[in-house]
């Protein structure tokens, strides 16, 4: 997901804007707006995954341990 945000990006700041319809530069600015929902879930997405990554961390080490604190 991280590489499609990136190439969306890039390709929304290579627009003219100054040669936009009105209707072109309010479909611009929705763009720029999902575009920002995208990377905010992103960055959620990225932080649930390391979560859960210590998380299984934690409980492999209590498997390993046999027992319970």
Known sequence: MADTIAETVELLYTIDQAHLTVDQQIALSQAYAALAQAERLDQIHQM????HQVLNTWVARRLTEGGTR
């Open 48 to 51: 649930l995954y390391n979560i």
